[in-house]
């Protein structure tokens, strides 16, 4: 049988390779502490599973295409808070930020097209830019230079005839790199100048530490043609498992072609939008008590981090991930070796993969540390980390 | 800027442009009966609300990508008692039956292919296709001969050499068509020797008025290469708002495509999982209920419908639609009249205008009738519809 040529490009994820031996350790009696996944351990609040509790309509019927209003009217509540007025049009619900990317790919994009993305990125921006006939075109970014893109000369160097959008993940996965204000305003303009959207996936927006206040490519004031915004409530109230997300824009043609989609799909699941709704009633005590607690562990992963000798990472501002950069060649070879050769007192660590996070070829000696595990744990886990290292780079 | 040149060959719903009037009805006091839509009324069975109250995990996580277990299972338990062995490889949990459309048709197509469908058919199939850069061609069918297509001539001379799959919706919407086992078998024959995917869209399964047992294509035992399943709990439970589906097939090599899709995508929400899984313990008596309702309803339907002059539709075998050909040029027209102008003792009707399941051209003077209402309701609205167009053609 005959595939679609653009499915084939794509990958399936580089981390489940790592699956089986996993597995394997675990059931030899290994605890592992995984640092590899971006799934918070922070309680879902009461009022999600409170609002599911008192549903009581007798059928679950399909909402409208665009969103339930009562999540639409919640979320242009919280940003308008942040100073951003949304009218109801400028808004759509979909199954997760993922279905928003998605859907942003396959409104803009054609075979042959580029999108831009600093390199690391998060690897399903390719299957989303693959699945639409476009690739990525990377904005190289260095360790040694905290993985800096926002210079107008680095992202203006990219830029070809195929350039239809540049992708930027604020704060970033991986590299929970955070845009000042006026990097953000550069990056806008030079989308504006060059006639490019600009797709701002913000999931991440509450997780600063540096006591900025809340920030948005939406409250910049200006290209509202250009930008299409993502966001979810997955790492904002620990919901991942709720998938609701949202697309927004201000152009009305770019939104008037992702209805033609979200109809099409007919809807996102109700009672999710309904539970999800009641999550924007969470007090700011309780944000706030969220990014002490990351800012705690990103403090002790960086510190541990630093001990071992020929670790490269800065510290991030914002998000919960770092990039670090191993003394070793291979970081999948040694993460194979950690589950299948190492133990100290029967554990060992799990983190993702470096090469993954880029487009092609680089990458390989470096890493993503996903600090989600509290204090203790995580202190622990880069200690492990440090342990294996040594012993590997030993028996080399 | 610039748009996906898929997207701009998609269509918004063509059902929307008459919300406008009937929101104008509805506030000049006008009731209105629809049969424009197809959300059940059947309640929704109590084990889906008792399942997701009875969550208690703390933290709403991610789902597995490919679905949850106790999902799967439930699953392939409910084929196992039709007779057909999955195993966990074969099954894809989706965000509705939608999601497992639109991942078939990526995993599947490329520009310029071709995707063969009865025409009419569900107008959404044409945003799947043609956002992965495919067109449908129709394989015409006539309402004089009950909107039949098993007919291997009739298909196999619309094949060319773009062709990748052909799509049926069985039982059918928007005609209510049921295949017979021989016909199955001959499409799904017709497929392999041509090389070609069958995607049979099976959500309708349940809702057969012949007292055949459940049929599925799954059930013929060959073609296994070539057959993908879309099934959904949508109208089998009455839970359209759950967004649960499912894509099934035996080719391996078919699912690890599709596997990269769903990996990209993260999960499909947690909690209508777990309640979905709940839903197949629903006992065989609760499909009887539904089934002799639908039954008597479509009886109503039909007979009510046969004693307007000039209206041509057959009984359909399954589903909850059927399409009628009425004594007038244009059912738009008819539609929006209904909406603005007529009204008996206060009331009046919706129904969606044939047109809209047609690829072009065809259909102008049907339409399609979800039966959904109650026997009493529906035959009000048929009445309101005889009324309407002995009117509507005397003023003309």
New interface residues.
Partial sequence: ????????Q????PM?KFYPYAVAASAAGKKIYHLNIG??????PQQ??DA??N?SA??????P?PGLPVLMDAIRGYYGRIGVELAEKNLLIT??G??AL?IAA??????GDEVLIPEPFYP?Y???VR???AAIRPIPTFAEEGYFYADREKVESCITPNT?AIVVTNPGNPTGVVLTKPQMRMLLEVAVEH?L?LIADEVYREFVYTDEPLASFMQLGFGE??LILIDSVSKRF??????IGCLISK?G??M??A???C??????????QIASAALYQVEPEYFTAVREEYRRRRDVVVQELQKIPGVLCTKPDGAFYLMARLPVEDAEDFQRWLLEEFEDQGETVMFAAGGAFYAGGRGKDEIRIAYVLNERDSARAIELLGLGLKKYNETR
Same sequence: chains 1, 2.
């Avoid at 007798?58 to 909402?63: D, G, M, N, Q, S």
């Avoid at 109809?263 to 999710?272: G, K, N």
């Fill in positions: 049988m005959k595939y679609s040529s653009k499915v084939l794509c990958n399936l994820s489940r799934q918070p351990d922070v309680k879902t999600f599973f599911v509790r549903f007798p059928v679950l019927e399909y909402a295409s199954t997760g993922s279905e998605q396959c409104c803009i994009l054609d075979d399903n390719n299957t989303f699945t639409a006939g239809r006639d959207f043609e250009n620990s919901s991942c498992g709720a998938r152009n043609e770019l008037q072609q209805l033609k989609y109809q099409a799909r007919l809807s996102v699941a109700t009672l999710d």
